[in-house]
């Protein structure tokens, strides 16, 4: 399946930002996206490198009905680290704030105010989850 790129709706309200709900689907990353005052919202902050800038996948946005309506591109590190916070049972809630997804990369003005934003994000975020990369088992562990 070939879907255009996501539009993103502009957010409303200057301390808006997007969060995303991850999808539960084992074959692709999905997710549903929702604007949320930075305020009075309930998500946890996503910390990464970025690493090779290629875009090796991409998540597939989700409408209100389960209905594939776009498709964003990820950076590995950040494609891999979506699929393991999806399996991770730990993990009660999947609502998420991750840069690279909830900040409009094509538009340069949401990037300059949300960047400016990132300390308060990080700040109301109930918890700031930071993803090194996979785990690495040693050969003799295998």
């Known amino acids: 399946m070939d879907l255009p790129r996501y539009r993103y ?3 409303s309200e ?5 969060v995303i709900e991850l999808g539960t689907n ?3 990353i999905e997710a549903y996206i929702s604007h949320v005052s930075i305020s009075n919202s309930s998500f ?3 910390s990464y490198t970025w690493g090779n800038q290629e875009q090796a996948n991409e998540a597939i946005i989700l409408d209100e009905h389960g209905s594939s309506i776009g498709s964003i591109p990820l950076t590995k590190n950040l494609s891999d680290a979506l699929g393991n916070l999806r399996d991770a049972r730990e993990l009660k809630s999947k609502v998420l704030w991750i840069d690279q ?8 003005k949401e990037k300059s105010h949300q960047a400016a934003m990132m300390k308060d994000i990080y700040s109301c975020a109930k ?3 930071t993803y ?4 690495v088992v040693p050969k003799e562990k295998r």
Do not use: H, W
């Open 127 to 129: 918890q700031v989850i």
């Open 101 to 108: 997804i909830c900040i409009n990369q094509l538009d340069e």
């Open 9 to 11: 709706e502009p957010l």
């Open 44 to 46: 946890q902050a996503l």
């Open 14 to 18: 200057p301390s808006d930002i997007r």
């Open 132 to 135: 090194l990369g996979p785990v």
């Open 26 to 28: 084992k074959e692709r």
